[in-house]
């Protein structure tokens, strides 16, 4: 059964950083794509950044040069961390899986699911 786990959410305050981590189990990250999204209250699901299995990176613009995606392949994981953060980053993070990162692009576009890891900054 494909799960995946995320954690290292929190409060932090504005400028602060945060690590997430996404827990693969039941299929290996290094055959998927992961990718994280983020919904904040009120607005719709989107998506924040994207892995392929290959190691080529996607990130939304409001997030470029302040989050970075990266495996760690021992431990079936996939992490985020964001740098800078802004009062505008809040939102409940969650990671994906599928076969690629086309569907990164859309709201649900990818097939496997975590249940999210709120983060929240402050200003």
């Known amino acids: 059964e494909v799960q995946l786990v995320e954690s290292g959410g929190g409060l932090v305050q504005a400028g602060g950083s945060l690590r997430l981590s996404c827990a693969a189990s039941?299929?290996?990250?290094?055959?998927?794509?992961i990718g994280w999204f983020r919904q904040a209250p009120g607005k719709e699901r989107e998506g924040v950044s994207c892995t392929t299995s290959d190691g080529i990176t996607y990130y939304a613009d409001s997030v470029k040069g302040r989050f970075t995606i990266s495996s760690d392949h021992a431990k079936n994981t996939v992490y985020l961390q964001m740098n800078s953060l802004k009062p505008e980053d809040t939102a409940v993070y969650y990671c994906a899986a599928d076969w690629d990162c086309s569907g990164y692009g859309r709201p649900y576009g990818m097939d496997y699911w975590g249940k999210g890891t709120l983060v929240t900054v402050s200003s």
């Open positions: 039941g299929f290996t990250v290094d055959d998927y794509a």
